[in-house]
């Protein structure tokens, strides 16, 4: 197991966010507000396939449940670079997300050893020693982020592929009332 700092820490140079769970408050909550270096948002920016992450700030709460278990809400604010999917230009994208999970002591994924199952909740995780808030940060920028950037005004345009000597395929031709279309047009109506 690696070797959890003594306290709360939030280290500027490799910017680690770490909070030991015997650290949290027993009753009311303990507040966190993160807004990384230059650094780190250029790293995770890189292990993202970003361009760049302009603004990220990731700020909430870690409250107790009951005897055993522990919540974090938080929102997380980020303003990033994204390559368009067809041009590749840069598309700047800002959002503000919320994120919320729980760690749980009795936390169990599944009920025999090699079966897999998911119980519908994606909030819920296992409760450790510690708990990473800039992982849960780039974990929830990761699943934020837009799948298909486009630029403005990028479009994919028309593909059409055939054998030489056939009449090409086109996307209108596939689309459910082509037929009834191309019958209209012949009947002359």
């Known amino acids: 197991m690696p ?10 140079e490799e910017f ?11 009753r009311g909550q303990t507040d966190f507000d993160l807004t990384p270096p230059a650094a780190f948002r250029r790293q995770t920016a890189e292990d993202l396939n970003l361009i760049d992450i302009r603004k990220l700030k990731f700020s909430g709460q870690i409250i107790r449940l009951n005897q055993a278990d522990w919540q974090l809400t938080a929102k997380l604010g980020a303003t990033v670079v994204q390559a ?17 999970r729980v760690f749980l002591k009795d936390f169990r994924l599944a009920d025999t050893p090699g079966e897999t199952r998911f119980d519908g909740d994606d909030e819920a995780e296992p ?35 055939t054998a030489p000597g056939q009449a090409p395929l086109r996307d209108g031709d596939v689309k459910p009332f082509a037929a009834l279309a191309a019958l209209r047009d012949k009947s002359g109506e």
Do not use: W
């Open 16 to 26: 680690t966010a770490i909070l030991r769970v015997k650290a949290l408050k027993e």
């Open 127 to 161: 409760l450790t020693e510690v708990i990473d808030l800039a992982a849960i940060m780039c974990e929830s920028l990761a699943l934020a982020l837009p799948d298909y950037p486009r630029a403005p005004g990028a479009e994919l345009g028309e593909s059409v592929f």
């Open 3 to 12: 070797k959890v700092p003594p306290a709360d820490t939030v280290n500027a």
């Open 84 to 100: 368009c999917v067809i041009t590749g230009a840069p598309v700047t994208n800002r959002f503000d997300v919320p994120v919320r």
